[in-house]
């Protein structure tokens, strides 16, 4: 089965500690992009990539980091210095980096930091 | 700047009515946008895209209508059921880099 994997679900981390939630796709996907959600709020993007070894900041990347080594691999590390880590992250691909292909999305991970 | 504003109000409808959903935007000038649908917990799954030379598109009981000049796309799920209920989110591309930006939803809930 084909998809984006994201792990884990739910993931729970002291303030002043990194965290790296991990992103897999097996869909042979070009572009890859990490997405914060609050509630009410439309999904941010923080960080994409459209190539292997090659990644770009989205609107609100500060605090995070990212690594593009091998193509079906996105992770993206919460460090922190980002001020409000706490929220719902999404992980999505799509076959081209441009916003015409449909972007396949995975389950996501609740991040709560206290 | 760029904006995407959907209902702010979540939708409470009757099983068997049609939800009608806006998505109206500023400062764009998209060549297409698209649908996607988010259950509670879940990742966003993509429905539809439409081109702004489609008026409009239907996928078995959704229809997706696109007026640029009036900046508007209205989704429409006719015949609803309670497995309609869900989230849904319109996002449509920039245009300095072309990547897609997600309206904040709206939610419907459809009763039986």
Same mark, same amino acid.
């Given at each position: 089965?084909?998809?984006? *994997?994201?792990?884990?679900?739910?993931?729970?981390?002291?303030?002043?500690?990194?965290?790296?939630?991990?992103?897999?796709?097996?869909?042979?996907?070009?572009?890859?992009?990490?997405?914060?959600?609050?509630?009410?709020?439309?999904? +941010?993007?923080?960080?994409?990539?459209?190539?292997?070894?090659?990644?770009?900041?989205?609107?609100?990347?500060?605090?995070?980091?990212?690594? +593009?080594?091998?193509?079906?691999?996105?992770?993206?590390?919460?460090?922190?210095?980002?001020?409000?880590? *706490?929220?719902?992250?999404?992980?999505?691909?799509?076959?081209?980096?441009?916003?015409?292909?449909?972007?396949?999305?995975?389950?996501?991970? +609740?991040?709560?930091? *206290? | 700047?760029?904006?995407?504003?959907? &209902?702010?109000?979540? /939708?409470?409808?009757?099983?068997?009515?049609?939800?009608? /959903?806006?998505? &109206?935007?500023? &400062?764009?000038?998209?060549?297409?946008?698209?649908?996607?649908?988010?259950?509670?917990?879940?990742?966003?799954?993509?429905?539809?895209?439409?081109?702004?030379?489609?008026?409009?598109?239907?996928?078995?009981?959704?229809?997706?209508?696109?007026?640029?000049?009036?900046?508007?796309?209205?989704?429409?799920?006719?015949?609803?059921?309670?497995?309609?209920?869900?989230?849904?989110?319109?996002?449509?591309?920039?245009?300095?880099?072309?990547? /897609?930006?997600?309206?904040?939803?709206?939610?419907?809930?459809?009763?039986?």
């Amino acid at each position: 089965d084909g998809g984006i *994997t994201q792990s884990p679900k739910y993931l729970f981390r002291k303030e002043g500690q990194n965290v790296t939630l991990s992103c897999e796709q097996n869909l042979n996907h070009d572009a890859m992009y990490w997405y914060r959600q609050d509630p009410g709020q439309g999904l +941010r993007l923080i960080y994409y990539s459209q190539i292997v070894n090659d990644f770009q900041k989205g609107d609100i990347a500060e605090g995070y980091s990212v690594s +593009r080594e091998k193509k079906e691999s996105f992770p993206l590390t919460v460090t922190s210095a980002q001020k409000n880590p *706490t929220a719902f992250y999404l992980c999505a691909s799509s076959i081209r980096p441009s916003g015409f292909w449909e972007q396949y999305f995975g389950p996501g991970t +609740r991040l709560t930091v *206290t | 700047s760029q904006k995407i504003e959907q &209902n702010s109000e979540a /939708l409470n409808i009757q099983e068997g009515k049609t939800a009608t /959903l806006t998505c &109206n935007y500023t &400062n764009y000038s998209p060549a297409y946008l698209q649908w996607y649908r988010q259950d509670p917990g879940r990742g966003p799954v993509f429905l539809l895209l439409i081109r702004e030379n489609e008026k409009e598109k239907r996928k078995e009981r959704l229809k997706v209508t696109f007026d640029t000049t009036l900046k508007q796309s209205l989704f429409h799920i006719t015949a609803s059921q309670p497995a309609d209920s869900a989230t849904y989110l319109c996002a449509l591309p920039r245009s300095n880099d072309y990547k /897609l930006s997600f309206g904040a939803g709206t939610t419907v809930t459809v009763r039986a």
